[in-house]
Nanobody, 125 residues
Framework: QVQLVESGGGLVQAGGSLRLSCAAS????????MGWFRQAPGKEREFVAA????????NYADSVKGRFTISRDNAKNAVYLQMNSLKPDDTAVYYC??????????????????WGQGTQVTVSS
């Protein structure tokens, strides 16, 4: 079973940047769509971004387009989320997720089978 470990969260002022990292425990990572989701207090978990295992164009939620960039390094079994121009509304626990090998990108969190423990991102105004 693949395990995912996120890092890079923290407290930042509005307009600032953070880079989240997610490390996977085995090489099947290379064949999996990887996604980032977030959950704010009192809200449902929502899709943020996903990147295909083949390196095709990523998919972003409208709320983060132009500000966030997802990327992956299959040699390091890692996926990243570069977050720029952060807003207080971006405050949430951010989760890395993986779906089964050779699936297509999905924005539906039910399509993802493996989840990290989450990392807190807090943006102050």
């Amino acid at each position: 079973q693949v395990q995912l470990v996120e890092s890079g969260g923290g407290l930042v002022q509005a307009g600032g940047s953070l880079r989240l990292s997610c490390a996977a425990s085995d090489s099947t990572f290379s064949w999996r769509v990887m996604g980032w989701f977030r959950q704010a207090p009192g809200k449902e978990r929502e899709f943020v971004a996903a990147v295909h295992w083949s390196g095709g164009p990523p998919n972003y939620a409208d709320s983060v387009k132009g500000r966030f960039t997802i990327s992956r390094d299959n040699a390091k079994n890692a996926v990243y989320l570069q977050m720029n121009s952060l807003k207080p509304d971006d405050t949430a626990v951010y989760y890395c997720a993986a779906n089964q090998p050779f699936r297509e990108i999905s924005t539906n969190n039910d399509e993802y089978d493996i989840w990290g423990q989450g990392t807190q991102v807090t943006v102050s105004s």
